[in-house]
């Protein structure tokens, strides 16, 4: 996964779990595209600051998908969806029997993953 993909997802998954200020200056860097400088200019903290608390929050939503694994399971989840989409769109592949059975299979494994 591509790092500001990856940081993102982690963020949308477990952002809220971090401190009102983490989550603030964490999103100014993610979402915002605000540069260290300007973080720590608007906010009155030194670049290192700035620097220093995202790759801690970088490492503490790291330690949340280690142990919940909620985008993984969310990726895997994705590729099933997209797996059945194309099984069921006009060009699918294999006979109607054979389309259908692979459609339960990944039926399964998505109420598994719930």
Do not use: W
Not at 14 to 41: C, F, K, V, W
Not at 88 to 112: C, F, H, N, W, Y
């Amino acid at each position: 996964m591509d790092k500001i993909y990856e940081q993102t997802m982690l963020f949308d998954f477990y952002g809220e779990l971090l401190t009102p200020h983490q989550r603030s200056i964490y999103e100014d860097a993610l979402y915002n595209d605000m540069s260290l400088g300007e973080i720590s200019q608007e906010r009155g903290i030194t670049r290192q600051g700035v620097h220093d608390l995202i790759k801690r929050c970088d490492k503490i939503l790291e330690a949340y998908e280690g142990k919940l694994h909620l985008v993984e399971r969310f990726a895997r989840a994705k590729a099933a969806v997209c797996e059945i989409e194309e099984l069921t769109g006009p060009e699918g592949r294999g006979d109607m029997e054979e389309r259908l059975s692979k459609i339960r299979v990944l039926a399964r494994q998505l109420l598994e993953e719930l």
